[in-house]
């Protein structure tokens, strides 16, 4: 079996079509079989005689090596804010400082963040402490005195 006459063209169409199903199929791995395919095609247009089984033995090399350095790389890479969950919620203000707009009677009271006001719970606190968030419970911010 021979592989037919591959010229760069090919090699730019499949990168087109890898590139697109990456946006329709989940998980970043198609995209660096196409950045292989593209640069595929940029290495015929510099070795223009090379064979064809070597050509598809460098684009699945290539592929497979970018789609291991990614992994390693995503491994590594430090875990930000940019990667949680989009819906952390109240989670979020854990360890803020803020000052108690009512008094925490009862163990219950409010506190201003910003522009919201929250419902908290914690010790009884006049108005005007200075209080931390220890933890949320849903909308909740359980505090204590700072």
Do not use: Y
Not at 78 to 91: F, L, M, R, T
Not at 113 to 125: E, I, Q, Y
């Amino acid at each position: 079996m021979t592989l037919p006459d591959l010229q760069p063209w090919h090699w730019l169409v499949l990168a087109a079509i890898l590139g697109v199903l990456e946006i329709i199929v989940p998980g970043a791995v198609l995209i660096w079989f196409a950045l292989s395919a593209a640069c595929m095609a940029g290495l015929l247009f510099l070795l223009p005689g090379l064979a064809e089984g070597w050509q598809v033995l460098i684009f699945a090399g290539l592929g497979a090596a970018w789609l291991a350095a990614a992994m390693i790389w995503r491994r590594r890479r430090p875990k930000d804010e940019a990667d949680a969950p989009v819906n952390i919620g109240s989670a979020r203000l854990i360890g803020q400082r803020g000052v108690l707009e009512t008094d925490l009677r009862n163990g219950r009271g409010e506190m201003r963040l910003g522009d919201t006001v929250w419902p908290v719970s914690g010790p009884d606190l006049p108005a005007g402490s200075s209080v931390v968030v220890e933890a949320a419970e849903g909308a909740l911010l359980i505090v204590r005195l700072s």
